[in-house]
C-alpha cells in the first residue's frame, strides 16, 4: 500500500513515476528538462530527502530521485534480494528506461556505494558525481560504524528494534541532524509514512544486514569492485559535501574520500549532521548549483 502524502505533499509537490523491475515497481519524481541529475538516498531515507535539491534545480536541470525498493513509495517485497548488486542493477535498468546519458550522480549514505557501483560499471555514462556524507569502499583500518548500528544486526534483536519497534527510523530523527528544530512535524511525518508497519519496514531492515563490514557479509565482494573501480573515475568534476557533525560518517570517510579523489572540490559544514541537506540545504543546494555551472558537460 502507499503511504498518504497529503500530510507532506506541500513540502513534496513532485508527480509520482514508477519503473518495473523484475519482483517490484520502484518509484521515482522525475521534474525539469535538461541534464539528468541523478539522487540516490540512503537507508532509513528516501526521494522526501531530495526534496529541497529537487525544487532547486528542476528550473535548469532534469532533477530525478528515485526510491529504492522497499524505501519510499516504492513496492516493498518480504522476500527479495535486498542486496547492493540488485540496487545496482536497479539504477541501471532505471536510466536504461529513461535512456540517460550525461549523468550527474549525487549520493548520500546508502546511495554511495550503489551510485558508485552503477558509475563504475557504467563510467561513460557518468560525467559529474556530488557525495554527501556516505562511504563507497572497504572500511579502514580505525574507522567504525556506531555500536547502535552493528546491535541491530545481532538476530532477532535486530529484528524487533527495526521492524517491530522502529527503533531505526525513529533514532535518525534525533541522531541524523545538527538541528533537530528543522525536523518539523510535516517533515518527520515525510520521513516516517513510507516506514509505519513491521512489512514496511523490511528494507530499513535488509540494508542494515547488508553492510559490507567484512569478508563475511555477502555484499563485501561488491563493494571491494567497487572499490578497485573507483580510480577510474579520478576525472571526472567531483564535489564533496560534508556534514562535520555526522555520528555515523564521521570526517575520517571525508578524509577516505580525499585520498581516493585529491582533486575533488571539497565544502565542510561544521554545524550540520549526517542529514546534510536538513541541516544546510540553503547553502548546499546554490553550491551544488555552482558546481554543475562550474563544470560544464563536454
Not at 500530510?7 to 508527480?15: A, E
Not at 532477532?156 to 541524523?176: E, K
Not at 523490511?202 to 563475511?216: E, K, L, N, T, W
Request: aromatic letters at 12%; charged letters at 20%; one cysteine or more.
Amino acid at each position: 500500500m502507499i503511504p498518504d502524502t497529503a500530510p507532506f505533499r506541500h513540502l513534496y509537490p513532485f508527480q509520482s513515476h514508477w519503473s518495473e523491475t523484475p519482483g517490484a515497481r520502484q518509484h521515482y519524481v522525475d521534474e525539469g528538462s535538461g541534464e539528468p541529475v541523478l539522487m540516490l538516498h540512503g537507508n532509513p531515507t528516501w526521494s522526501f530527502y531530495y526534496r529541497n535539491l529537487v525544487l532547486g534545480l528542476r528550473d535548469r536541470w532534469r532533477a530525478i530521485a528515485l526510491d529504492h525498493v522497499g524505501c519510499g513509495l516504492s513496492d516493498k517485497p518480504q522476500e527479495y534480494a535486498y542486496t547492493l548488486a540488485t540496487h545496482v542493477a536497479n539504477v541501471e535498468r532505471l536510466v536504461e528506461r529513461l535512456e540517460l546519458d550525461r549523468i550527474t550522480l549525487i549520493l548520500h549514505d546508502w546511495g554511495g556505494p550503489i551510485g558508485m557501483g552503477f558509475a563504475t560499471r557504467n563510467p561513460g555514462k557518468v560525467r559529474r558525481i556530488v557525495l554527501l556524507n556516505t562511504a563507497a569502499y572497504t572500511r579502514p583500518a580505525g574507522l567504525y560504524f556506531p555500536w547502535t548500528i552493528q546491535s541491530c544486526r545481532i538476530p532477532v534483536f535486530g529484528d524487533l528494534a527495526i521492524r517491530g519497534m522502529n527503533t531505526f527510523c525513529l533514532a535518525a530523527l534525533h541522531w541524523a541532524t545538527a538541528h533537530p528544530e528543522r525536523l518539523t512535524p510535516d517533515v518527520k511525518a515525510g520521513y516516517l509514512a513510507p516506514y509505519d508497519s513491521w512489512a514496511n519496514r523490511v528494507a530499513v531492515h535488509r540494508f542494515v544486514q547488508d553492510i559490507p563490514f567484512g569478508p563475511s557479509d555477502p555484499s563485501f565482494v561488491e563493494i571491494q569492485r567497487i572499490e578497485r573501480a573507483l580510480p577510474a573515475l579520478r576525472d571526472r568534476p567531483m564535489l564533496i559535501a560534508w556534514g562535520m557533525k555526522d555520528f555515523c560518517f564521521h570526517p575520517g570517510f571525508l578524509d577516505r574520500f580525499i585520498e581516493l579523489f585529491p582533486a575533488a572540490a571539497v565544502e565542510r559544514f561544521a554545524d550540520a549532521g549526517h542529514y546534510v541537506l536538513e541541516d544546510a540545504h540553503e547553502r548546499i543546494v546554490p553550491r551544488i548549483a555552482r558546481f554543475l555551472e562550474e563544470n560544464p558537460l563536454r
